[in-house]
DNA sequence: GGCGGCTTGCGAAAGTGTGCACAATCATAC
DNA sequence: GTATGATTGTGCACACTTTCGCAAGCCGCC
């Protein structure tokens, strides 16, 4: 790793990987540039710069080894690891998170949910996990650090779980509350919103029938 | 609207207008780009640029009154009318979706619910939503057309689901799915995926922590 | 009614990202 | 062994995006 690589290019590099895994299951074992491109929707010689910041992985004449591609891209990526992550907030979207079967196979694994409401406190979700207090998430925290937070309380409460995760260390957080959450330098945060991706698509819609 | 505006501002409006709303229900009235821009993580240039795109809603000294910068965004974003919404796939997911409380209020109906799963089919969701079966989609959406799609099946059934809703013309989906969805030119698709957003942070995480 | 302090809008500069075009290289076929 | 056809990796030019810097304009105070 060079330079300073773009965060453009780190965003695109999930979507590479995931292709390269569902091809890797089907068999294939070479595949161009021309090819990824047409699958993601991209340039070929966005997909070739993307990649060549980190390495030469291609071959001229041939394209890219399956196999060899998505093993570079799982180390850049960080994925031949597992990561451990928490949950705040067992609502109707934190029982849909925590029981969401795509998280494993991937790495990710949610190790402790928490909840403020003293009814789902206690209760058992899918397997193994049980509720806990979100009273005791930076006690826990202290005790057994995670990787990842994931935020699925209401809209008011999210700053305040937040700033318990950054105070235990945490280096990245997941949130599904819709307000910007304000993190030290240093914090990783992705934000999901369904209503934002609705409002950047009415814009075109707007002007698209007029 | 004179010229062509970059899809990146479109992006970042609907948080200027998610702020603004807040601010109009505490009682604020007038708020500068500095203001603006700290509780965004964003700089005051970029929302002041951003906005001249569109005309010139604030005034010198003052900076821009609340109720007004609402307004505009409002118009300029399609979200002084209402849109009609269809959710196909209704598991633990599109059940979250189906009764998630944030739509509404911003102008989003959900006007019809589909699955395949004769189990589901007829069952009641929230209040007045049945769930269709989606072998009706395509003739229902001939009957009564809506403007977005949400997409919550499994991945190997969101092509084929995408398909139905392109073919009967629809101009916006968004998607659940973990895989990049085929559309012609003209249709906006959005794609929500925590994994790919989880993926993203730990190419972060083991940099900072090696 | 003029002065001082602020903040916008915007042109221009600086900084980033994308796509083209092609030399270099590889596999294969004959 | 050489010709053929394909595809990578990358320098470069262009395009896009962000930030700077400041004149113009607004408010309130004295
Ligand atoms: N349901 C969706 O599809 C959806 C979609 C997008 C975003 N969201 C957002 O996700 C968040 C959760 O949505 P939901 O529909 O699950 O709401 P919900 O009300 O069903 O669940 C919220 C849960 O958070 C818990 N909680 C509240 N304060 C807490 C705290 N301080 N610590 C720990 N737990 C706390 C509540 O007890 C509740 O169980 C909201 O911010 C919502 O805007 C939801
Ligand atoms: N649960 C989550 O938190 C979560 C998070 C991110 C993404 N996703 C994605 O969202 C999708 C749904 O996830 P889920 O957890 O709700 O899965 P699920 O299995 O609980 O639900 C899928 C539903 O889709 C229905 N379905 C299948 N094929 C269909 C078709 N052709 N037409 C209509 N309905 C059909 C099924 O009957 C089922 O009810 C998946 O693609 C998943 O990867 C889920």
Redesign the interface.
């Given at each position: 790793m060079p330079l300073e690589i773009p965060e453009v290019v780190?965003?695109r590099?999930?979507?590479y990987?995931?292709?390269l895994t569902n091809l890797q299951a089907r068999g294939v074992a070479v595949v161009s540039s021309q090819e990824l491109g047409e699958?993601?929707?991209v340039t070929p010689a966005q997909i070739r710069k993307d990649l060549s910041y980190f390495g030469r992985f291609g071959k001229q004449g041939r394209g890219y080894s399956v196999q060899r591609l998505t093993d570079e891209l799982r180390t850049?990526?960080?994925?031949d690891q597992r990561?451990r992550m928490v949950l705040i907030g067992v609502g109707?979207?934190g029982?849909?998170?925590a029981?969401?079967r795509?998280?494993e196979p991937?790495g990710?694994d949610i190790v402790g949910v928490y909840d403020v409401n003293p009814e789902a406190v206690g209760t058992e979700l899918g397997g193994e996990l049980v509720v806990r207090n979100v009273a005791d998430l930076a006690r826990d925290l202290a005790d057994d650090p995670v990787?990842?937070g994931?935020v699925a309380v209401p809209a008011g409460e999210a700053q305040a779980v937040v700033d318990v995760l950054v105070a235990a260390g945490i280096?990245?957080i997941?949130s599904y509350a819709?307000t910007?959450a304000?993190v030290p330098a240093?914090v990783?945060v992705?934000q999901?919103d369904?209503?934002?991706?609705?409002?950047?698509?009415?814009?075109?819609?707007?002007r698209?029938?007029a």
């Open positions: 780190i965003d590099l999930p979507t990987y995931r292709l699958a993601l929707n850049i990526l960080g994925l990561w109707r979207l029982t849909a998170i029981s969401y795509g998280f991937q990710f990787d990842i994931i280096g990245a997941l819709p910007a304000q240093g990783e992705r999901i369904p209503v934002l991706s609705l409002q950047g698509m009415t814009y075109h819609l707007r698209r029938d």
